[in-house]
């Protein structure tokens, strides 16, 4: 029996669509993972530029000399890895993949459920 010959039991069919529906799944709540955290660090990234930008703002004062204005004026340390742009970069990639994964297998799941039209 050639592989053009081979009928699936409704068994068969049925564990395929739910195995498909798994995967789908998976890769949505993978996509919705890396879009709270893309989301997260880009509200990072809005304090440190809103800092910076008031930083940039001051005017010269007696409080730069003091340490209350030290520690209002400094960036809070969570932000940091915020700011690696080799994580970035590969934040924004994973970002792509996901969705090209997501893409994908709602596209076989559209087939397989419109009988591969």
């Known amino acids: 029996m050639c592989a053009l010959d081979y009928i699936m039991s409704d ?14 799944e998976d890769a949505r709540q993978n996509l919705a993972d890396l879009q709270e955290r893309a989301l997260r660090i880009a509200d990072e990234l809005e304090a ?3 800092k910076t930008r008031s930083n940039a ?4 004062s007696k409080a730069d000399f003091t340490s ?11 932000c940091q890895s915020s700011l690696n ?8 990639e994973g970002l792509k993949q996901a969705r090209q994964k997501v893409f ?3 596209l076989r799941e559209s087939r397989l459920v419109n009988g591969g039209t």
């Not at 703002?57 to 010269?60: I, R, V, Y």
């Not at 209350?68 to 969570?78: S, Y």
């Not at 742009?85 to 924004?92: A, H, P, V």
């Open 68 to 78: 209350e204005a030290d520690v209002a004026n400094r960036i809070d340390p969570c």
């Open 11 to 24: 068994q068969e069919k049925r564990q395929q669509r739910v195995q498909l529906r798994i995967e789908v």
């Open 85 to 92: 742009y080799g994580n970035l970069l590969r934040l924004i």
């Open 48 to 50: 440190v530029a809103d």
């Open 104 to 106: 994908n297998l709602r």
């Open 57 to 60: 703002n001051l005017e010269p």
